[in-house]
């Protein structure tokens, strides 16, 4: 079993930040990869970013140069920083961890509201 804390959701005004946090319990070694999706009303989970257990990490594209995702295994934790978030980022937003056997887990999800 795994559990997710995540935190670090809420609204924001357009061009502001916002860092999400995903605290798991147990090692976060044991996993092939960790990352961050999100769902918008209306349309598919997408990734948003993600990092493997050899730090390399991957973004959709419409988050290059704005968000950043990185690990504290000591915490067992991985954050998203958001920067410059624009309305189209609200949505929710599910940590996701994936097993070597590709078993993938996910969190409960924290809202992301961008809005003057």
């Known amino acids: 079993q795994v559990q997710f804390v995540e935190s670090g959701g809420g609204l924001v005004q357009p061009g502001g930040s916002l860092r999400l946090s995903c605290a798991v319990s147990?090692?976060?070694?044991?996993?092939?990869?960790m990352g961050w999706y999100r769902q918008a009303p209306g349309k598919q989970r997408e990734l948003v970013a993600r990092?493997?257990?050899?730090?390399?990490?991957n973004y959709a594209d419409s988050v290059k140069g704005r968000f950043t995702i990185s690990r504290d295994n000591a915490k067992n934790t991985v954050y998203l920083q958001m920067n410059s978030l624009k309305p189209e980022d609200t949505a929710l937003y599910y940590c996701?961890?994936?097993?070597?056997?590709?078993?993938?887990?996910w969190g409960q999800g924290t809202q992301v509201t961008v809005s003057s």
């Open positions: 996701n961890a994936v097993a070597s056997t590709m078993q993938a887990y």
């Open positions: 147990g090692s976060i070694f044991r996993f092939y990869a």
């Open positions: 990092i493997t257990s050899g730090d390399n990490t």
